[in-house]
DNA sequence: ACCTGAACACCGTTCAAGT
DNA sequence: ACCTGAACACCGTTCAAGT
């Protein structure tokens, strides 16, 4: 005979294995996949391991610690290549869109990156790929090294952007949300917001990848300039 | 004679007023000032207002849009000046520097700013101020435009590190931080880990103030740079 | 019309106690 | 040694009821 216990472990989760860092580093990651990172609570945790909130405490040492270590393993999912002098340009918009895709499918784990300065072990990983890539294409290397923090920090903020999309703020998509904010800044007094008013076509065209493309882009153009100084 | 409302009230916080929109801000802007974020609950405002909880729904949807008018109250208080073409690129500084000012004197009201996207009045004022100085300094529309996006976002990622330094994490200060994750580079194994570990100096140097200038003299370098194109 | 008491359905974290 | 029940001190939000 089955028990509920165990049919409900074979069809919702995998079987009970004792606790871990690890089983609770998976088991978040599915709450937080399935239901955000607002949904990702010791209890729910938990509860996706058939133990009471107490247990995770044994692995982990509070709520962002757990968090911390499931934003590690999500940037471990971003594959890097070697630096190639040839392509440097398209490897770090390679690089940085497998960042931001990465976070977007864990929405809501780039608040966490923005809120602890990631430095686990992958993202070392990341940093070193990121790193020789900007040498590579002759950035020097004061630049190089800033531009460790500058760029990723445009991925995340551009996948926090796409988590307020995902998570249908208002219920609306992003095309209407741009569409809202365009038709607001037309609507504005000319008088006092003559720049807004003339350049709310600019203002909201373009898709979040163009954007991001673009400010990608230009940060690289300024790394060169500063390196040539 | 004075009573003991009376001699709280006085002592503690403006006398009692009518409860309002403006009410629940100014009391929201106290506690973030004085305890930072997190201690923004309904509930600790409701007590600064002597009132309960359920009171704030009369005027506010939800906490996070009592969050989001505190955050255009906050970017009310960057003073704007007209753009100045001979003096653009410092006036871009100043502004910016305005903004992370402002954030930093109401511990984590950045991270509102980048969940939210601001759209309120204060923060049009400050696009008009930004678009205005940009086009001054001879960037064109569509760059100008999408540097509306970027640069407050630089911003706002600056003044989220100030936040995680002034709640020192760990209780360290910034400067111990720096001076440990640098060790770690330098313990990095330089096999793995070459070019992280030969640019170990150039990572940790310089403080926030100087990392978040050249970031936006490199992003207005690149602006230019687009521009021409 | 404006405000609120009380309740509902949750939180993170601790710690004494169990196995 | 590893795990957990129960409790502590909180949350946001709703809604019927009061003034």
């Known amino acids: ?9 074979t069809r919702d989760r995998p079987a009970k294995r004792p606790l871990s860092v690890d089983a609770e580093i998976e088991a978040g990651l599915r709450v937080l996949k399935a239901d955000g990172l607002e949904a990702v609570t ?28 499931m934003l590690d393993r999500v940037i471990g999912t971003i594959e890097v290549e070697p630096a190639d002098p040839e392509r440097w340009r398209e490897q770090v918009h390679r690089l940085l869109n497998a960042m931001v895709a990465a976070m977007n499918a864990h929405p809501g784990i780039a608040h966490v990156a923005l809120a602890n300065i990631p430095t686990g072990g992958n993202a070392l990983v990341g940093a070193e790929a990121m790193l020789a890539t900007l040498r590579a294409g002759g950035i ?13 920090l445009l991925a995340t903020a551009t996948a926090i952007e796409g988590d307020i999309y995902s998570a249908r703020v208002n219920g609306e998509t992003e ?5 809202r904010v365009g038709a607001a800044f037309r609507s504005l007094p000319a008088d006092r917001f003559p ?35």
């Not at 107490?54 to 968090?67: K, T």
């Not at 020097?140 to 990723?152: G, R, T």
């Not at 095309?175 to 569409?179: D, F, G, K, P």
């Open 1 to 9: 005979v089955s028990t509920d216990a165990q049919r409900r472990s």
């Open 42 to 69: 010791m209890r729910r945790v938990a509860a996706e391991l058939d133990t009471g909130p107490a247990s995770l405490y044994v692995y982990v040492a509070n709520r962002n610690e757990l968090c911390t270590a």
């Open 140 to 152: 020097a290397d004061q630049p190089a090294a800033w531009a460790c923090d500058i760029l990723p």
């Open 175 to 179: 095309e209407e949300a741009i569409e």
């Open 195 to 229: 720049n807004l008013a003339a350049l709310a076509g600019a203002m909201t065209s373009g898709d979040g990848d163009e954007r991001f493309a673009f400010a990608i882009d230009c940060m690289l153009d300024g790394l060169l300039a500063a390196s040539r100084r």
